[in-house]
T-cell receptor, first 113, second 118 residues
Framework: AQSVTQLGSHVSVSEGALVLLRCNYS??????LFWYVQYPNQGLQLLLK??????LVKGINGFEAEFKKSETSFHLTKPSAHMSDAAEYFC???????????FGAGTRLAVHP | EPEVTQTPSHQVTQMGQEVILRCVPI?????FYWYRQILGQKVEFLVS????????KSEIFDDQFSVERPDGSNFTLKIRSTKLEDSAMYFC????????????????FGPGTRLTVT
């Protein structure tokens, strides 16, 4: 069975500071990993994904994530936070292909001036 | 840019009533999904659908739930007799053939339908 753990339900950073959102996964097969962002009253938008190619994945809006198999982690980072980054972020794992996504509980990111 | 659409955006219904949530997946996609998110909780998988049949369903997806692709464009989720605990945001997603600019396997989500059961 697959699962995702997101450490920290709420993260607060200053504008311009580093953003680090943590995600650890459990999977019995090589995982596909995703980060989605959800803005208030909107659906889920894919930020980036890992599908067994390069371990450092770059996504939209300046976000990137690194797949570390030894640590079973896929943390999301952004060097400099912007006010518009305030949203909820979900890490998800899949067995690949067209299989279902298993989501973490989400991390709400607040960015203050 | 193709996108998944869902109607209605908000549905209020009384306990015991039937509701149908509608989704229009991205054209040419072949795989369809329903997820739900109870307020303050994680997004949970309900069901996946391919080739006019359910390919996988979760424990949540019991006999009260059904899905259908009644025509070439719509994908619906029906709840026969709603319960208070069915109150949630329901997301439809689609995935499928690689299109220019749309990599394979990626699931595209609609904006959701907020279902409130009173």
């Amino acid at each position: 069975a697959q699962s995702v753990t997101q450490l920290g339900s709420h993260v607060s950073v200053s504008e311009g500071a580093l953003v680090l959102l943590r995600c650890n996964y459990s999977s019995s097969v090589p995982p596909y990993l995703f980060w989605y962002v959800q803005y208030p009253n909107q659906g889920l938008q894919l930020l980036l994904k890992y599908t067994s190619a390069a371990t450092l994945v770059k996504g939209i809006n300046g976000f990137e994530a690194e797949f570390k198999k030894s640590e079973t982690s896929f943390h999301l980072t952004k060097p400099s936070a912007h006010m518009s980054d305030a949203a909820e972020y979900f890490c998800a794992v899949s067995e690949g292909g067209y299989n279902k996504l298993i989501f973490g509980a989400g991390t709400r990111l607040a960015v203050h001036p | 840019e193709p996108e998944v659409t869902q109607t209605p955006s908000h549905q209020v219904t009384q306990m015991g009533q039937e509701v149908i949530l509608r989704c229009v997946p991205i054209s040419n996609h072949l795989y369809f999904y329903w997820y739900r998110q109870i307020l303050g909780q994680k997004v949970e998988f309900l069901v996946s659908f391919y080739n006019n049949e359910i390919s996988e369903k979760s424990e949540i997806f019991d006999d009260q739930f059904s899905v259908e692709r009644p025509d070439g464009s719509n994908f619906t989720l029906k709840i026969r007799s709603t319960k208070l605990e069915d109150s949630a945001m329901y997301f439809c997603a689609s995935s499928g053939l690689a299109l220019p600019g749309y990599p394979d396997y990626e699931q595209y989500f609609g904006p959701g339908t907020r279902l409130t059961v009173t």
